[in-house]
T-cell receptor, first 113, second 119 residues
């Protein structure tokens, strides 16, 4: 039972263009959502998050959008840079559960020159 | 600060052997976690701890044991290793002591991982 789904295993985008990574969830109890970035042979690193009481959160080139009714969130990267090439994981948590995270399967982003 | 440190980085085990994956954090975090990541999959929670002396099962605890005798250390023990335990293991921590618990909004910080093969 995959409660957090990232249906696109990979995405290729040209440098300077927008990257849009998508994530769907099924558990309506999730109230906090995070994106992590992972380079090969490294651990995931936190990128950006959003609470369920908001529909948008922005941090520099990164913006996360949340559509609660559709149980869908997306990460926008504008403009995309070669250093953004990595695997991006969507994760979700429920308040009061020791910040345990449920992860999606990840999307590999390749930013080409 | 080193953050979350995992040792070893790589290990090959024979079926039936045992080993301990070490994890230590120097951020004075209350919460610690162990995840495994199989190829093409997301991270799955094995065990977690909300403080010294307190541990609880995650989604995939079978074949593993943990202990939390100090705030800093959270070792993961594999008894009778099986090929199904071939994976990359990540340790993480969150929620600084003395900070306000933000009801699940605490960011987790991860170690670099241990790549384990059981042959």
């Amino acid at each position: 039972d995959q409660q957090v789904k990232q249906n696109s295993p990979s995405l290729s985008v040209q440098e300077g263009r927008i990257s849009i990574l998508n994530c769907d969830y099924t558990n309506s109890m999730f109230d906090y959502f995070l994106w992590y970035k992972k380079y090969p042979a490294e651990g995931p690193t936190f990128l950006i998050s959003i609470s369920s009481i908001k529909d948008k959160n922005e941090d520099g080139r990164f913006t996360v959008f949340l559509n609660k009714s559709a149980k869908h969130l997306s990460l926008h990267i504008v403009p995309s840079q070669p250093g953004d090439s990595a695997v991006y994981f969507c994760a979700a948590s429920v308040t009061g559960t020791a910040s345990k995270l449920t992860f999606g399967t990840g999307t590999r982003l390749q930013v080409t020159l | 600060n080193a953050g979350v440190t995992q040792t070893p980085k790589f290990r090959i085990l024979k079926i039936g052997q045992s080993m301990t994956l070490q994890c230590t954090q120097d951020m004075n975090h209350n919460y610690m976690y162990w995840y495994r990541q199989d190829p093409g999959m997301g991270l799955k929670l094995i065990y977690y701890s909300v403080g010294a002396g307190i541990t609880d099962k995650g989604e995939v605890p079978n074949g593993y044991n943990v202990s939390r005798s100090t705030t800093e250390d959270f070792p993961l023990r594999l008894e009778l290793a099986a090929p199904s335990q071939t994976s990359v293991y990540f340790c993480a921590s969150s929620y600084p002591q003395g900070a306000q618990e933000e009801g699940g909004k605490n960011i987790q910080y991860f170690g670099a991982g241990t790549r384990l093969s059981v042959l």
